[in-house]
């Protein structure tokens, strides 16, 4: 490693999960794209900007923020050497630059990852979701980080067993995750995130977390019902559904009935509509008279309707 990579400010190390060489590569990809999304976070908690639910990039400062760079990447364990964002001006901030800005959330991550949570919920949920993410079903798995800065060295480890200290900071393990469906329409899924939402038949929103394997299946869900099978997690008030975590996502027969290959739950736009109906615009109104039917059998009908003739 050179002197410039020694003298990276910061290092993340994801230990006891194997060699780099025989990771995934979409393994390695999500772990550093997590990092990005934590420092994009920290960034928002620090200039009380919220981030946009959904897909796209971020914006302005966040998106400046986020810019980390990844000095080196060296196996025996995973381990990533990164240097802050680029020292370029935020536009509307004062004394303010994308390096500053990335390196103050930088170290609020590792802030959270020694349990101060308090005033960034949001950042610590997502933070117990990247290390729930990396270390998997690894028992002997952890991710270390360090700040490595003169005059503020500090190294944390998080491990399964600090990973569930940590929720419970946050209020999320007062219910235990437990093994079930969850089944509502699929909706704001943000692909970088690995998050998404989905609406119950009761109107409920529930809060979904989904691993890089899913991401074909939930692009291609988004917007239909779908039934979730994964860890529920409950709200410990109101013992209601608050998020789940995807092991399976099922599709199965709408309601065992068959559209004929509709899918009766898609919310389609009218012009897909009159291309699959084959409609055509009605040039004479006397194309919509309806034929063969009899004056009795209209006042039946109006009847009812409830309209009166």
Request: hydrophobic share 40%; charged share 30%.
């Amino acid at each position: 490693m050179s002197e410039e990579n020694r003298g990276a400010p910061y290092r993340v190390t994801l230990e006891g999960v194997g060699r780099l060489e025989d990771l995934p590569v979409r393994e390695i990809a999500a772990f550093l794209d997590g990092l990005v999304t934590l420092v994009a976070r920290g960034s928002s908690d620090i200039i009380n900007r919220p981030m946009r639910m959904g897909g796209g990039r971020y914006e302005g400062p966040i998106e400046d923020a986020s810019h980390i760079r990844l000095a080196s990447l060296t196996s025996g364990s995973v381990v990533a050497e990164l240097l802050p964002a680029p020292a370029t001006p935020l536009a509307g901030t004062i004394g303010l630059d994308a390096e500053t800005l990335s390196e103050q959330a930088i170290a609020l991550v590792v802030d959270v990852a020694s349990g101060e949570t308090a005033g960034h919920p949001e950042l610590a949920r997502a933070f117990a979701d990247f290390v729930d993410r990396s270390i998997g079903r690894r028992p002997s798995a952890s991710v270390r980080f360090e700040d490595r800065r003169p005059g503020r060295a500090r190294t944390i480890s998080v491990d399964r067993n600090r990973l569930e200290e940590l929720r419970a900071g946050t209020g999320e393990s007062a219910a235990p995750p437990t093994a079930k469906d969850v089944v509502g329409r699929l909706f704001e899924a943000n692909l970088e995130s690995h998050s998404a939402q989905v609406r119950t038949p009761a109107g409920e929103k529930v809060d979904v977390r989904f691993d890089a394997e899913h991401d074909e299946d939930v692009r291609r869900l988004l917007g239909n019902r779908a039934s979730l099978r994964g860890e529920i997690t409950y709200d410990p008030k109101t013992s209601q559904v608050k998020s789940v975590r995807i092991r399976e996502i099922l599709t199965g027969d709408q309601l065992g009935l068959d559209f004929e290959g509709v899918d009766f739950w898609a919310d389609r736009p009218v012009s897909q509509l009159i291309a699959d109906a084959r409609a055509v615009p009605v040039a004479d109104p006397a194309d919509l008279e309806v034929s063969g039917v009899t004056d009795q059998e209209w006042a039946a009908l109006y009847e009812v309707l409830g309209i009166a003739e």
